[in-house]
């Protein structure tokens, strides 16, 4: 429908001739439009009286009975009320608010938003190099295909409806015995809480122990994706150093931000690749004891371990550690299932788990129920032998290409594990440069130093994914970043 023409009287406007082409719809639509939208423009004062319905027939070429038929569809959602002299609009909220709304200023958002700093650009999901991306050509698509296919036909329709809010009772019996059997991890099936991905498992652990205020610790560098969930619940974010042994904490940091949350990636730390060693694995647990502070365990890429004996998780190092374990379907299926899960200790499971399932609506239950059903038939093993030894093929080749044609002084970092390695890179590299300039080409590291809160001269480099790049590629592209590199010196 088209605006009030600028200038125009309310009446005037209102009188102006309605659309008899058949695609601007019945006459009582467009009438019943035009006037709602003079009312919320403010171009109907409230309390001010619509035209009456004989002198508008007349004006606008339309029956009677089509005016008031507007008209009390108008009365019928409360923008008009009739009384004993004719329709009267009725008092909304202020004309001005409501146009202010329109007027282009940015709206009102949460203060808490402004905290949450963006990352570089996003390139296409299957660029080159992109580190956390997965072999989506190899993925058994036609054994999920039927996977799905089964948990559709066996299941009734009451399957349609809303599920357990915590997740569907096979898949989290099956996590709860896969991650045993492949982690190390100590629970039952009760304490498994399904969510939308490792990202929403963390924000909802923000959302379990944290009050606004509440001090997080962070690996820095580190996952952005942790970050912006405590900001998001309005916590206070403590950057803490990396090193060659993972995450480095200190009996003063203890007593000077006492955490109420830690956030680690022990098995594989994000991005830089060390291996949280057993000393700190220890110590972190007993502090955490001490002060009261939960660990939330970010597993994400720790099943695909390519070197050394498998290091299990934290959670099942000692009974009863104060460590939420969170695990994502993200890495060893595809991004886009967007299945991933929480493991709570037990006396917290049982202290959230009303107010939980209040908050939770469950969901995707065919996906959740075809994700059961592959992990229990072995076929989600098998897959992830697969996709191992191909990890460990593509980064062995990424290695060489590098050795080869990367032309400038780095060393590498990680590929213990997972999918990607850290080429760290001399200060003199602006690596944020060589990552905007690569995405040009359709290649997309991501700059070290945009992980880290306060960026020291050695965070800084490219952290290179390997997953869903073809092997046959690492030479062109390693020769094209070494160019890239060079030509991003700093004099
Ligand atoms: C360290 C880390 N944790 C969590 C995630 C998020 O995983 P999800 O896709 O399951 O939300 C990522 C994604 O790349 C990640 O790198």
């Known amino acids: 429908m088209s605006p009030p023409p600028r200038n125009a009287t309310a009446t005037a406007w ?103 700093q963006p990352g570089a650009p996003r390139a296409e999901m299957d660029a080159a190099l992109r580190p956390g991306m997965p072999a989506l050509s190899h993925f058994p698509a036609a054994a999920w ?17 809303y599920g357990d809010p915590l997740g569907e009772p096979p898949l989290r019996a099956a996590i709860a015995r896969h991650l045993a059997i492949a982690r190390g991890v100590r629970c039952e099936p009760h304490q498994v809480v399904i969510a939308e991905g490792a990202q929403e498992a963390i924000a909802l652990c923000v959302r379990l122990l944290s009050n606004p205020g509440d001090t997080g610790w962070v690996e820095d560098p580190g996952y952005r994706g942790a970050k912006a ?97 969170v695990g994502t379907f993200s890495k060893t299926m595809f991004p886009s299932l967007r299945l991933g899960f929480v493991v709570l200790p037990a006396p917290l499971m049982a202290a959230v788990q009303k107010p939980l399932k209040e908050m939770l609506r469950g969901g995707h239950r065919h996906e959740q129920l075809a994700m059961a059903d592959f992990i229990e038939s072995g076929q989600f093993s098998r897959h992830l032998g697969r996709m191992r030894r191909l990890y460990r093929e593509r980064q062995q080749a990424l290695r060489l290409a590098l050795a080869r044609h990367f032309k ?56 290179l994914g390997y997953g869903n790049t073809s092997a046959e590629l690492f030479e062109p592209l390693v020769k094209r970043l070494s160019q890239l590199a060079r030509a991003a010196e700093r004099s």
């Not at 409230?46 to 004006?59: D, Q, Y």
């Open 14 to 116: 209102l009188e102006s001739p309605l659309a008899r082409e058949r695609e601007a719809g019945p006459m009582q639509r467009q009438l019943h439009e035009r006037l709602k939208r003079a009312i919320l423009d403010g171009g109907l004062a409230p309390g001010s009286r619509l035209p009456g319905s004989r002198a508008l027939a007349e004006a606008l070429s339309i029956s009677r009975n089509t005016v008031t038929a507007a008209f009390e569809h108008l009365a019928a959602e409360g923008y008009v009320q009739p009384d004993r002299q004719g329709t009267r609009v009725t008092e909304l909220a202020p004309a001005k608010v409501m146009r202010a709304a329109r007027s282009g200023a940015a709206p009102a958002t949460a203060r808490r938003l402004a905290r949450i």
């Open 145 to 161: 295909r039927r996977a799905i296919d089964r948990a559709i036909r066996g299941a009734s329709p009451a399957t349609l409806g």
């Open 229 to 325: 969930a405590m900001h998001a619940g309005d916590m206070r974010i403590v950057p803490m150093r990396v090193d060659a042994e993972g995450l480095c904490t200190s009996e003063r940091d203890w007593h000077r931000h006492p955490p109420r949350l830690v956030y680690a990636t022990p098995s594989h730390q994000y991005p830089a690749g060390a291996v949280l060693s057993i000393a700190r694995r220890l110590a972190l647990i007993a502090q955490a004891r001490r002060h009261g502070a939960w660990i939330i365990e970010d597993d994400y890429d720790s099943e695909f371990r390519h070197t050394g004996e498998p290091i299990g998780a934290m959670q099942g190092l000692v009974d009863d550690a104060p460590v939420l374990y």
């Open 408 to 463: 400038v002084p780095h060393e590498i970092d990680g590929g213990h594990c997972g999918l990607h390695l850290t080429v760290r890179l001399p200060p003199s590299f602006d690596d944020r440069r060589i990552a905007a300039d690569a995405l040009r080409h359709r290649l997309a590291p991501t700059a070290l130093s945009s992980f880290a809160m306060r960026p020291r001269p050695s965070d800084n480099g490219l952290v």
